[in-house]
């Protein structure tokens, strides 16, 4: 029964089957493309018959299953673990099934390494070389390791990367070799699409403020139209003034208030005025006092603090709490 249901059916049989409340929560993750697919096709369905809801939730447990095994060890250890809970059949079952589904993007084991490890391997590496790697990171691991490089090279490196575009297997191979770390065996054998301008958004906008200063300041100077793209994508603390009341009250809510009588301590007029008028008039008073006898403060703690304010602008927007109009775009909110 499985194999003729196709992925579209499969997968709005389960949501079927997980109810509105989790389904929603699904489609805060999806395009309005494939919600509109799903939309349909949950709609073509009158009843879904039991033993076809039943496999497709077994099939849904196997793969979430091996996924688990596959993050917590790689494609190996997936096998062994399914083997010992299915036995061999079935783990070769699913397995091949789920072959598709487990391709292991290039660089799987650094994403298991720390980054202060990591930066001994790659920093002498060209920085061609380390913008691919770190195209493959995790942003968290990526911003780290671009923040411990020099600042010229953090300026080569972040170019490489915002205009990264395909790269052989052969290429990638090589690489891995010099890393003295083994391919996947599951790797795609096709041009491997990673890096670009988002790569580097998302790794700058998780650098210290300092680092993604240097960068884009020498970026403006060597290439202005990538830098521009760049900052046009970026949120910075200052950005905040782009945003309505609600959501500066929303930001207020969860900034602490040290973190942001910190924060406005080098603001400019624009950003300070618009936060004092989404508070009380008292509430709004003590943060004045606060700042004026707060005393000489490093400007790094500063930078830090209004960082953290940037944090929960980003963790709001990806909660769908507070929409963030980025420049050149046209937002409609309906």
């Given amino acids: 029964m499985k194999s003729k249901l196709s992925g579209k059916e499969k997968s709005a049989i389960l949501l079927i089957a997980l109810g509105p409340s989790l389904s929603a929560q699904v489609f805060k ?52 673990l399914l083997e010992d809970a299915l036995g061999k059949e079935k783990a070769e079952e699913i397995i091949n099934r789920l072959t598709s589904s487990l391709q292991v993007r290039p660089f799987d084991f650094a994403r298991k390494t720390d980054p202060s490890q ?66 996947s065996a599951f790797m795609v054998d096709d041009y491997t699409l990673a890096g670009g301008i988002e790569a580097a958004v998302e790794i700058l906008n998780s650098v210290d403020r300092s680092t993604e200063r240097t960068i884009i300041d020498a970026l403006e100077e060597e290439d202005p139209e990538l830098a521009n793209e760049i900052r046009r994508r970026m949120f910075v603390f200052e950005d905040i003034t782009s945003l309505d009341n609600r959501a500066i009250q929303q930001i207020i809510r969860e900034v602490e208030a040290k973190d942001l009588a910190l924060a406005l301590k080098t603001a400019s007029e624009e950003v300070s005025t618009l936060i004092y008028k989404n508070m009380s008039k008292r509430a709004a008073e003590i943060l004045r006092e606060d700042i004026e006898f707060m005393g000489p403060v490093r400007l790094r703690d500063i930078e830090e603090a209004q960082q953290q304010v940037v944090s929960i602008v980003r963790r709001l927007e990806d909660a769908g709490e507070i929409i963030v109009s980025r420049g050149g775009e046209d937002e409609m909110v309906v």
Avoid at 64 to 70: R, S, T
Avoid at 154 to 169: F, M
């Fill in 29 to 80: 993750h999806l395009d309005e493309e494939q919600i509109e697919e799903l939309t349909l096709q949950i709609a073509s369905y009158r009843k879904v018959k039991p033993d076809i809801r039943d496999q497709v939730l077994m099939e849904f447990n196997e793969m979430i299953l091996a996924q688990e095994y596959l993050d917590q060890g790689g494609i190996e250890y997936a096998k062994q």
């Fill in 118 to 183: 990591l930066l001994t391997f790659i920093q002498n590496e060209h920085p061609q070389t380390i913008a691919l790697i770190l195209a493959y990171l995790n942003p968290e691991q990526a911003s780290l390791i671009l923040s411990a490089l020099p600042p010229e090279r953090q300026v080569d490196v972040a170019k490489r990367l915002a205009t990264l575009d395909r790269t052989t297997p052969e290429v990638l191979e090589e690489i891995e070799t010099t890393l003295e770390q083994r391919l």
